[in-house]
C-alpha cells in the first residue's frame, strides 16, 4: 500500500488520461492519491476528482504564485466538502524573484498576507496544511519560521517536496513538521536533499509524486507519471533503511481525515 501524499492529476499531460494513470498506479501498488489544489479552479477540480473516484482524496488551496486568485470565502465552503484533508498548496515562493526590484517587495508581502489568510482558515476549520516553500536564498524560509511562529498551526503539517537551509530544517523538525519528498530525491546532484532525508525524523517522512512535475530517475526529463510513486518509495526503502509500511502508516498520521474512509474500505 502507498499513499501518494501530493500529486496533480488535473494538471496538463495527466488529465486527458488520468483514468489509466490511476488504474496503472493501482496496479503497481499506489493505492490513495492525495490531489493537490493550486489555485480556486483547480481546489474545486480536485474537489470533483475525490468525489469520483474512491481512492482520492483532495487539499484546497492557493499557491504563492496564484495568491491573487485567493477568494477566501470560496475556499472555506469548497475546504467543507468531503474527503477534503488538509489546506494546500499554501506557503511562499521566492524563487527568482529579482530582490533589487521594487516590486517584489509587494509580490512577497501578497504572498504572506493570502497565506496567513488560509494558515488562519486551517486553523478555524481545523484542518492540516500542505506547504510549498521555495527559496534561491534563504528570505522564505526565515519568513515561514517567523510566520509560523506567530501564527502556529493548529493541526499536522507537510511541508511538500522539502527542499531549504539547516536552520530551517532544524526549526521544522522542532516544530513537528512532516517532510514530504519526491523523484527529485534520486537525482544526481540532490545530496542536499538525501541531507535533509538522513536528518528527519523516519517517522515524519512521507512520499509524493507532484506529478506530472519532477519523475524520479531513470525518468528525469519526462513527464512524471503517477506510478512512478512506486520508484521513489524503492529508493527510500532501499537507501534510507524507511520500509513501505512506515511511509503508509505516516501518511496517514499526518493527514488524520484520511482514516474513516480507510477503515471503510
Ligand atoms: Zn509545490
Ligand atoms: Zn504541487
Sequence with gaps: ?????????????LKENW????????????????????????SEEVVQLAQEEKGFFATVG???????????????MLAMKPKVVAIGEIGL????????????????EQQIAGFKAQ????????????LHVRDDQNEA???????????????????????GPDF???????????????????YKNADLIRQILK?????????????PFLPPMPHRGKTCEPWMLTLTADYIEENFEISREQLFANSRQLFPLFDPYLLES
Excluded at 199 to 211: F, G, L, M, Q, Y
Design 1 to 13: 500500500m502507498l499513499i501518494d501524499t501530493h500529486t496533480h492529476y488535473n494538471f496538463e499531460g
Design 19 to 42: 483514468r489509466s494513470h490511476w488504474q496503472i498506479a493501482q496496479s503497481r501498488g499506489v493505492t490513495h492519491a492525495i490531489q493537490i489544489g493550486t489555485n480556486m479552479e483547480s
Design 62 to 76: 492557493v499557491h504563492p504564485h496564484d495568491i491573487a486568485d485567493l477568494d477566501l470565502k470560496r475556499l472555506k
Design 93 to 108: 515562493d521566492y524563487f527568482r524573484l529579482d530582490r533589487n526590484d521594487p516590486q517584489t517587495t509587494i509580490i512577497k
Design 119 to 130: 494558515l488562519e482558515l486551517a486553523n478555524e476549520l481545523n484542518l492540516p496544511l500542505s
Design 141 to 163: 524560509y526565515q519568513d515561514l519560521i517567523n510566520i509560523l511562529a506567530a501564527t502556529p498551526p493548529k493541526n499536522n503539517f507537510v511541508l511538500h517536496c522539502v527542499s
Design 168 to 186: 530551517y530544517i532544524d526549526a521544522m523538525i522542532k516544530n513537528n513538521a512532516w517532510f514530504g519528498f519526491d523523484g527529485n530525491a534520486t
Design 199 to 211: 536528518k528527519v525524523p523516519s517517522n515524519r517522512v512521507v512520499i509524493e509524486t507532484d506529478a
